[in-house]
């Protein structure tokens, strides 16, 4: 049974930072590209960013380049999501993901397997 238990949300000042974890079970982690989406309120998840299987690339959505820094740690099985410089419209639920193929932008039907997702609130 495949989990992804996500952690680091949080409230915080815009401007501040805030630094996601995603601890994977049950798959063999380094088989997948590992990413975070978000969901605002009323709005549609979109994607944020992905790592491929051996972090040799990264690649993010424009709303957070820049900004936003995908790693992992294939040791750890976690993936990790530094938000930096953050702003309200950042607010969401964050998921992580894992896809064994995947497109850019990634969609939502290449993810294989979703995480519980963690939030995060940024107060103006």
């Known amino acids: 049974q495949v989990q992804m238990v996500e952690s680091g949300g949080g409230l915080v000042q815009a401007g501040g930072s805030l630094r996601l974890s995603c601890t994977a079970s049950?798959?063999?982690?380094?088989?997948?590209?590992m990413g975070w989406f978000r969901q605002a309120p009323g709005k549609e998840r979109e994607w944020v960013s992905i790592?491929?299987?051996?972090?040799?690339?990264?690649y993010y959505a424009d709303s957070v380049k820049g900004r936003f820094t995908i790693s992992r740690d294939n040791a750890k099985v976690t993936q990790y999501l530094q938000m930096n410089s953050l702003k309200p419209e950042d607010t969401a639920m964050y998921y992580c993901?894992?896809?064994?193929?995947?497109?850019?932008?990634?969609?939502?039907?290449?993810?294989?397997?979703w995480g519980q997702g963690t939030q995060v609130t940024v107060s103006s």
């Open positions: 993901a894992a896809a064994k193929v995947f497109s850019l932008p990634v969609r939502r039907s290449d993810v294989d397997y």
């Open positions: 049950g798959l063999t982690f380094d088989d997948y590209a």
């Open positions: 790592i491929t299987w051996s972090g040799a690339h990264t």
